[in-house]
């Protein structure tokens, strides 16, 4: 099977790139289909989230390269669905449901994903420095993050070790930890969604293997459940960014299948070949 790449961003919200140079990097990589998502908007996150007034240009410029490449690769119109985000409506291809921030008391949020730095003084400020009870509060949200945000992916399950590389953070052996990861990923699994093995991470330096960790790529495998691949690509020189890694790592794990958005909706296949 071809790889697809279902998770990126273009100059509408915080990509390098336009719709069009994504699309002709992903064919010319030999991709099977691309699927844009969007960051929909989150009022006071407009550095990276799309503004309001702009989701209908991204739909227009997204629908025309769907006629562009017809017969050629597959071109799906989602959306990156923030967990606070207001409704978007389903009119869209599918969504990938992500959790990029925490409500702080104070009304603010709390970017998860923004720097080392931010996410320390987020921990010591408002969680009393205490990493696990970051952990709870985040897996709490990533165990309705379908329900809340209407996303059949799960974006990048355990964006919280972002900064986390070596355990610069906290320990992701603390059974704390994986008892609050392990219930959301059992949650999610359930209700069959569909997790993504990203690489954004990687593609950006920040670290060396994707989400999720393996050893919740091994009970997700265990349990039966179901993995994509996307690069949560920001730039058109990494719409395929790691992905023959990732799909070693998920063989190694326990998968020999994924699956693959379609005309006909989601559909399982074999893994990809890069
Ligand atoms: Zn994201
Ligand atoms: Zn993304």
């Known amino acids: 099977m071809k790889p697809q790449t279902l998770h990126c961003h273009t100059t509408f919200c915080d990509g390098a790139d336009s719709p069009a140079a994504m699309a002709a ?28 007034d702009k989701l209908a240009e991204y739909r227009r410029a997204v629908t025309a390269l769907k006629a562009e490449y017809a017969g050629r690769m597959e071109v799906f119109l989602g959306l990156e669905q923030d967990y606070d985000s207001p409704d978007t409506g389903p009119d869209w291809d599918y969504k990938i449901g992500s959790v990029h921030c925490l409500p702080l008391p104070d009304g603010t949020l709390l970017g998860l994903d923004e720097s080392a730095a931010t996410l320390a003084a987020g921990v010591a400020r408002w969680f009393a420095g205490d990493w696990m009870a970051l952990a709870r509060a985040y897996y709490a949200r990533m165990a309705r993050v379908d329900t809340v945000t209407g996303g059949e992916i799960v ?57 999720p960790a393996a050893f919740l790529l091994r009970e997700l495998a ?15 020189a990494t719409v395929l960014y790691g992905y023959r890694e990732a799909i070693e790592l998920a063989r190694a794990c326990g998968f020999s299948r994924c699956w693959y958005r ?13």
């Not at 320990?171 to 969604?193: F, M, S």
Request: proline share 6%.
């Open 25 to 52: 990097a992903a064919f010319a990589a030999g991709c099977g289909a691309i699927g844009f998502s969007g960051h929909s908007p989150l009022p006071g996150q407009e550095s990276w989230c799309m503004a309001p």
């Open 155 to 211: 974006g990048h399950f355990d964006l919280i070790t972002k900064f986390n590389e070596g355990g610069a953070q906290f320990d992701e052996g603390d059974p704390v930890y994986r008892e609050a990861a392990l219930a959301a990923l059992h949650a999610l699994a359930a209700r069959g969604r569909i997790f993504e093995i990203n690489t954004g991470a990687v593609s950006r330096g920040y670290r060396t293997a994707p989400y």
């Open 222 to 236: 265990a349990v039966g459940g179901r993995i994509t691949f996307s690069s949560d690509s920001h730039s058109a």
């Open 262 to 274: 379609t005309g006909r909706g989601f559909v399982e296949g074999p893994l990809p070949v890069v």
